[in-house]
C-alpha cells in the first residue's frame, strides 16, 4: 500500500491502464459526491465488505479514498491481507479532492 497525496495519486491513476478507483465511504457521504467512475463499497459492511472485495480483479490497480484518508488507509490494508498486490491510499480523502465530482445515479 502507498500513501499518497493527490497529485502523485491522479498522476499514476492516469498512467496506469488497469486502475480502478474504489470509494469506501457511506452511501450518505456518496450522496453528496464521488470521484467519476468509482466503484463503491462501504467499508462498514464489515464482511459484506470483504464479500465485495474478494469479487474484484486483484491482478489490477486500485485507487482507494474514503472522507478523509483513514477508512481508505484499513481498506488497503485489508486488501492487501486477502491478496491484492497494488492499492494506493489517497492522503486527506474526498473532503480534500480538487478534482472532478460526479453524482451517483
Not at 73 to 81: I, K, W
Request: aromatic share 8%; glycine share 8%; charged share 25%.
Amino acid at each position: 500500500m502507498a500513501d499518497l497525496l493527490q497529485k502523485d495519486w491522479t498522476k499514476l491513476l492516469e498512467e496506469d491502464n488497469n486502475a480502478l478507483v474504489l470509494d469506501v465511504r457511506t452511501q450518505d457521504e456518496v450522496d453528496l459526491g464521488i470521484i467519476p467512475n468509482a466503484l463503491h463499497i462501504d467499508i462498514y459492511k464489515g464482511q459484506g465488505f470483504i464479500e465485495e472485495i474478494e469479487k474484484l480483479d486483484k491482478s489490477k490497480t486500485y485507487f482507494v479514498y474514503c472522507k478523509a484518508g483513514g477508512r481508505s488507509a484499513q481498506a488497503c490494508a485489508v486488501m492487501n491481507q486477502l491478496g491484492f498486490e497494488n492499492t494506493h491510499n489517497l492522503i486527506g480523502g474526498f473532503s480534500e479532492w480538487q478534482g472532478e465530482v460526479a453524482l451517483k445515479e
